[in-house]
């Protein structure tokens, strides 16, 4: 990565990608200016990192934890009805839409004198303020290099460290799971069904430009959310210093 972007884009990246990309919504976050909070805010690290940008520019070695998302990830993630139906057409055509996941590496290594009882103190912190987050009725945003995940709920977070590695619990994944929830994501998706059961989808050809109009929408939304999430991180981080 760091052969194809610039130092100040490089910084970018891993904040967003690596070092932070993990927002908090609602939950805890909802007397925040935005209603976000990334993920470094409660380990209190936003102050330390909003110095290094300033005068040094930050380091991923400054950090004690740093995720990468996993294998496995589902962008899409459809089911096909398997029960009895009165028109092939309906048959072939019943898409049924069910959640996404994902899941993040966290990296905890202990790599400077006195790390082991820093470690333990900040994963304790953290870990309780997950679970006060999500006991609040908080969700998460995760943002990943292909795809930004919204209105994720935690599952688990479990111990994957390599049995080979000589320090224990260096690895947790992280998983997550992002539900149909919203009102508008529930009308969009019963819609999409009734068209399919009214014949709108069945009859005529398809329409590429409805298509590609659709394509440059997803591509617009994506990209305000990507300047929406550093917009909302350098609000927080101006603000801790």
């Known amino acids: 990565m760091s052969n194809y972007l610039s130092a100040p884009l490089r910084d970018v990246y891993d904040l967003a990608f690596q070092v932070s990309p993990i927002i908090l919504t609602g939950g805890l976050s909802s007397n925040v200016s935005g209603g976000a909070l990334p993920i470094i805010a409660l380990l209190g690290q936003l102050k330390p990192f909003a110095e290094g940008l300033v005068f040094n520019g930050p380091s991923l070695n400054d950090f004690a934890f740093r995720y990468l998302p996993q294998p496995g990830a589902t962008a899409i ?9 009165a028109s092939q057409h309906v048959a072939g055509n019943a898409y049924i839409e069910e959640p996404l996941n994902i ?13 082991y009882i820093e470690k333990l103190a900040l994963f ?20 990943t290099p292909s795809l930004l995940y919204d209105h994720c709920l935690l599952t688990t977070m479990t111990d994957v460290t390599n049995a080979g590695t000589k320090q224990q619990q260096v690895a947790w ?43 440059g929408k997803a ?23």
């Open 124 to 143: 304790t912190a953290l870990r309780n303020a997950l679970k006060k987050h999500i006991e609040s009725g908080g969700t998460f945003a995760i943002a």
């Open 103 to 115: 899941s993040l590496l966290m990296i905890c290594p202990v790599n400077q004198k006195g790390g």
């Open 173 to 215: 994944q992280i998983d997550f799971h992002r539900p149909l929830i919203s009102r508008q994501e529930a009308i969009q998706a019963q819609n999409g069904l009734m068209d399919v059961y009214q014949g709108k989808q069945l009859n005529g050809d398809p329409s590429w430009s409805s298509g590609a109009a659709a394509t």
């Open 77 to 85: 993630n459809n089911s096909i009805a398997t029960y009895p139906f």
């Open 219 to 241: 591509i617009d939304g994506a990209a305000n959310k990507v300047v929406g999430l550093l917009n909302t991180t350098s609000g927080i981080l101006s603000k801790g210093l």
